[in-house]
């Protein structure tokens, strides 16, 4: 049985007194497993909040490096953590919040190679990504690996939040990610935080909500999200929740399932014209760019982040966002050299595989986007 020091018992007290909650519900909270994938906007509050709750023990599982821009919404970091891998970040972060538990990081992207192996190890897995692929990843590891999946998204002024494969006091399980959305959304119909944009605060609402759903399944106090979706309009401070039903074709939990193990997610999601994939799209380095300037050469730059990235720094670049290109196709050139930059290389990546498929031959991904080009360009020689 799990004990407390006096230091704890002080830290802890509010949760001792708490009708149903009382010492055994803080025991229950020091014994469990928790992991959490992504520390950025959903992962800043939950592990922040679990951590000072005491979960004994806190996985971070993140590949990223913190930027200026995640610091509107991913309240783990400071200026001081730019640059720096989130994972080692968020750890002192917690420490200094916590130090009567126990951190284990990952500064790896979850794949279908690890994810079993990272996952097997916890006892519920906090869902904080921002893509689809991953979602349906984490989903499918926990539902195969038999562990509760609390899942919270967000997008532009709205957010999400439920409890999958929860297992009711009957032993009966709930539904998952796949019975709520059984096949992903057309590639590139959804913008990302970089393209659409995020209210700040929204985060922070949705993953403290993420929080509580796992102290709940944790302790057994109250009604977790099982079975049901909520979902939070920010600007309208409304919200609706709606159930969940098991889905019959379910390929993992179905009347006949038909998968007994983890796919090729990005290619499930469905990236657009998946012959083309973005690893065989070409790249230009920045020292390659850098002498292609040098040499006057006639080249065209397109920018295709959003007005709002242009407005605060830009290259020279022609803005056209990567949503409007397939509209725009007429303003690129096909006389000469095309690079398409972004911020960091994916949406160019994107943006380069779509006008080869339109037609264009020499076109070429800034590899590292227009941070790795302002790196260069600023580092002492």
Do not use: W
Request: charged share 20%; proline share 6%.
């Amino acid at each position: 049985m799990h004990t407390f020091s006096k230091v704890e018992r002080e830290r802890y007290h509010r949760h001792f007194i708490l009708p149903n909650f009382s010492e055994e519900g803080q025991r229950k909270l020091k014994a469990a497993k928790v992991l959490v994938v992504g520390s950025g906007g959903l992962g800043s509050p939950v592990l922040q909040y679990l951590a000072a709750a005491g979960v004994g023990t806190l996985g971070i599982v993140d590949f990223d490096e913190v930027e200026v821009s995640n610091l509107q919404r991913q309240v783990l970091f400071g200026l001081e953590s730019v640059g720096k891998p989130k994972v080692e970040e968020a750890k002192k972060r917690i420490e200094s919040l916590n130090p009567h538990i126990e951190l284990i990081t990952y500064h790896t992207r979850l794949t279908s190679a690890n994810a079993l192996d990272i996952i097997q190890g916890f006892d519920i897995v906090a869902d904080g990504t921002d893509n689809f692929a991953t979602r349906y990843l984490v989903n499918d590891a926990c539902v195969l690996l038999d562990k509760v999946n609390v899942y919270a998204s967000i997008f532009q002024f709205s957010g999400q939040v439920s409890v999958f494969h929860y297992t009711y006091p009957d032993g009966s399980k709930g539904p998952n990610y796949r019975d709520l959305f059984p096949t992903p959304p057309p590639a590139g119909s959804v913008p990302t935080c970089a393209e659409g944009g995020v209210l700040g605060v929204l985060p922070g609402i949705m993953g403290s909500m993420q929080a509580l759903e796992v102290i709940k399944v944790i302790t057994g106090v109250g009604e977790p999200l099982a079975g049901r979706l909520y979902m939070f309009d920010a600007l309208s401070f409304s919200g609706q929740t709606l159930k969940v039903f098991p889905d019959p074709e379910n390929p993992l939990t179905g009347d006949t399932p038909t998968q007994t193990g983890l796919i090729d997610y990005v290619q499930f999601c469905g990236a657009p014209h998946e012959e083309q994939s973005l690893t065989s799209v070409p790249e230009m380095s920045v020292q390659a760019f850098q002498q292609l300037q040098k040499e006057r050469k006639t080249y065209q730059l397109i920018d295709v982040r959003e007005p709002e990235e242009f407005a605060e720094s830009n290259i020279g670049g022609e803005l056209i966002p990567v949503q409007t290109l397939g509209d725009a196709l007429e303003r690129i050139r096909r006389d000469c050299m095309v690079v398409v930059h972004c911020r960091s290389g994916v949406r160019s990546k994107q943006a380069v595989r779509q006008l080869l498929l339109a037609g264009f031959s020499e076109v070429y991904s800034l590899e590292g986007g227009i941070l790795a080009y302002l790196k260069e360009t600023i580092a002492p020689s």
